[in-house]
């Protein structure tokens, strides 16, 4: 059973990226969103990219941006993958990938009426399009774009999808060790949950959220030992 892997998003300072590497974290998501309280500029990535290690991803994540925009970034710095997390198309995801040549995962703003079926739709559609789409990323639909740390009903994902999926949304210390035992996704995102105030994170908050991730994958561990003993 792989492990679940984990992106801290929303990364402003360099001290948030250390603390971000030294707690574990698989990737570290930087918000280029003028009107987030995390944004940051390409000039400012480019500063901070420079503190990336090796095999650390970093995460770029847009709201509409134009070609222009994602282009000043990937040159600015290292840039992994791409996260779209406004209204952009499953054409205009795949024309903003082959733009700059880097996969991408596309948010699904779950509403209270969602189903399993719409998930599925979606992610056929994305994958469609483009050869770089990496998956969905499911976060909770709320009348801002994201980091606005509400929880959506987790039972909607379908069985099946939620091994494809990045779960976000509302995720804390408290809740994450069952979101990893009940939804299994292929990984988490946080941003809010782990912040002393907006745009500036808790190195405290950090680790402890990866603990209780990785006490999520204890107990899937542990599940499935108990299975394949009394199977
Ligand atoms: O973090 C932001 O400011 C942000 C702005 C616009 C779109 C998405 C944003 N963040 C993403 O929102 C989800 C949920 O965050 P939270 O943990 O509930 O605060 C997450 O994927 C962030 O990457």
Not at 32 to 53: D, G, H, I, W
Not at 187 to 198: H, M
Request: glycine share 6%; hydrophobic share 45%.
């Amino acid at each position: 059973m792989p492990r679940t892997r984990i992106k801290i998003c929303g990364i402003t300072r360099e001290q948030d990226l250390h603390a971000a590497i030294d707690a574990g974290a698989d990737a570290l998501g930087f918000v280029f969103y003028p009107k987030s309280p995390r944004y940051v500029t390409a000039a400012r990535y480019a500063e901070l990219a420079r503190e990336l290690p090796p095999y650390v991803n970093a995460v770029a994540l847009f709201v509409n941006a134009t070609v222009d925009e994602v282009s000043d970034v990937v040159a600015a710095g290292p840039v992994s993958l791409l996260q779209f997390h406004g209204d952009e198309t499953p054409e205009e995801c795949a024309a903003l990938a082959a733009a700059v040549q880097r996969p991408f995962t596309r948010a699904y703003r779950v509403k209270p009426d969602t189903t399993g079926a719409d998930l599925l739709e979606s992610e056929a559609q994305y994958r469609a399009a483009s050869p770089w789409f990496s998956g969905l990323l499911l976060d909770t639909y709320v009348d801002a774009y994201g980091g606005a740390g509400k929880v959506f009903d987790w039972s909607l994902i379908p069985k099946e999808l939620a091994p494809r999926v990045v779960l976000s949304g509302g995720l804390s210390v408290h809740n994450v060790t069952g979101a990893v035992a009940q939804v299994r996704p292929f990984a988490v995102d946080i941003s809010s949950g782990v912040e002393a105030s907006k745009g500036i994170k808790d190195a405290r908050k950090i680790a402890a959220f990866i603990d209780a991730a990785r006490a999520g994958d204890a107990t899937l561990l542990s599940q499935e030992h108990h299975e394949s003993q009394s199977s």
